[in-house]
């Protein structure tokens, strides 16, 4: 059984015989903040011989500002190019929509044309027979047909 009891008082453990007494962790000793003190620089070295951290240790020293000389020139450039692409997108694609409405009113006109058609070779056929011209003939020339005394054989 231990002489510690489980309550606590402001983070002591109390002692029932001596009163408050401070917890082994609570401890400290110079020889223990010396070491630890040593142990963080050695991590810290370590750490900084890392080519990741050597760069990440320069950066706050340096000014980071890109709004200068090159830095400036570069985004400039960047955008230009961005914005000429962009330009040259929209018209392209402008065209492609004209071509495209082109395209579906030759179609439609096409259409149209392929139906008169059908019709003009529907009557040239209707008016190619034999029956059908001579009832024109009669009917719009006045053309009549020839007696028995008209018609000449030749041999």
């Given at each position: 059984m231990s002489i510690f009891k489980s309550s606590a008082k402001n983070g002591y453990l109390l002692?029932?015989?001596?009163g408050l007494v401070q917890p082994k962790w609570k401890k400290t000793t110079q020889a223990g903040v010396?070491?630890?003190s040593q142990n963080k620089v050695?991590?810290?070295l370590e750490q900084s011989r890392k080519p990741e951290n050597q760069l990440l240790a320069r950066l706050p020293n340096e000014t980071l500002n890109f709004?200068?000389?090159?830095?400036?020139f570069l985004i400039a450039s960047a955008a230009?190019?961005?914005?000429?692409g962009l330009l040259v997108f929209i018209r392209i694609s402008h065209s492609q929509n004209e071509l495209g409405m082109e395209i579906s009113r030759l179609t439609k006109y096409q259409v149209l044309l392929q139906?008169?058609?059908r019709r003009l070779k529907i009557e040239l056929a209707?008016?190619?027979s034999l029956d059908e011209l001579e009832a024109l003939a009669r009917r719009e020339l006045g053309l009549i047909s020839p007696s028995q005394g008209q018609i000449v054989v030749i041999d």
């Open positions: 002692d029932s015989q001596i010396k070491q630890r050695q991590l810290h709004l200068s000389g090159r830095n400036f230009l190019i961005f914005f000429l139906e008169e058609n209707r008016q190619a």
